[in-house]
């Protein structure tokens, strides 16, 4: 991943609903969430979660898919790996000091 998408990846992430969306899909796992079920564990209005689903999605943050009536969102592993990898072998040149940090409790 080059900076120019690392930042782009956490300029969409920079908003704390995002962030629940994230946490939320995350603890779904691969199956991931309808957005009506993503709005009631964020505690957030249906039309408030669907913009933020709609960012998220269109970074590849998130992928969806239509379900019946209902669309389906889950994680983008791939990508989210990706940001991670870029943080924690670019930008820490693998430090194994710093990536130590991460699985420290």
């Known amino acids: 991943m080059i900076a120019e998408d690392a930042a782009t990846l956490f300029g969409v ?11 939320a899909l995350v603890e779904a796992g691969p199956d991931g969430m309808s957005a009506g079920n ?9 039309s408030r979660t669907s913009f933020h689903l709609n960012a ?21 592993f791939k990508t989210i790996g990706a940001l991670i990898n870029f943080l924690m072998e670019d930008c820490c040149k693998g430090s194994a000091e710093l990536r130590d940090c991460c699985t420290m409790r």
């Open 13 to 23: 992430l920079s908003n704390s609903d995002r962030l629940d969306v994230i946490r």
């Open 38 to 46: 993503i709005a009631l564990k964020i505690g957030a209005s249906p």
């Open 56 to 76: 998220l999605s269109g970074s590849g943050i998130l992928q969806k898919e239509r379900r019946s009536r209902n669309l389906n969102y889950r994680i983008n």
